[in-house]
């Protein structure tokens, strides 16, 4: 039997999230940890590794939901960042393709190679 992700978990209704918009294919709630005022979580419901794994066609309705998350919380206009972490050198640690939106105040940008955290 194959071992579920977490967000897989989530999407079969397994472990609870505290979700702000859903549709059949597509599913967006809060993030556990916060790293921004407003931290939100995007995921399909079909199961991808991540990014690199993704189809294109799903890709582009995937777009169109992303940007009904940013004006159903308001941050169409204001700004976010939208990330995705693949692979190792990535930092992913969930291994279901996730989009992180982060917005509701001015964000920082840190530099590879004068970050004190990376090896680069
Ligand atoms: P990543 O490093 O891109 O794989 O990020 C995984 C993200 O998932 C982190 O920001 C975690 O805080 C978040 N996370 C992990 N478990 C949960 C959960 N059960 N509900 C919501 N967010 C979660």
Redesign the pocket.
């Known amino acids: 039997e194959k071992i579920m992700t ?2 897989e ?2 999407v079969a209704g397994e ?4 979700k702000v918009l859903e549709n059949d294919k597509f599913l967006a ?7 921004a005022p407003i ?1 939100i ?1 995007i995921i399909p419901k079909k199961h991808f590794e991540n990014f690199q794994e993704m189809d294109g066609a799903l890709m582009g309705e995937m777009t169109k939901f992303i940007q009904e998350v940013a004006v159903l919380m308001g941050v169409d206009k204001s700004g976010y960042r939208l ?3 693949c692979g190792e050198n ?6 279901h393709l ?1 989009f ?1 939106l982060l917005a509701g105040a001015k964000l920082g940008w840190v530099d590879a190679a004068t970050d004190p955290q990376s090896t680069f």
């Not at 472990?15 to 505290?18: A, G, L, T, V, Y």
């Not at 709630?29 to 790293?35: A, L, M, S």
């Open positions: 977490i967000f978990k989530i472990i609870p999230c505290n709630f809060n993030d556990i940890n916060p790293k931290h979580l990330v995705t972490n990535g930092g992913q640690e969930v291994m996730h992180h």
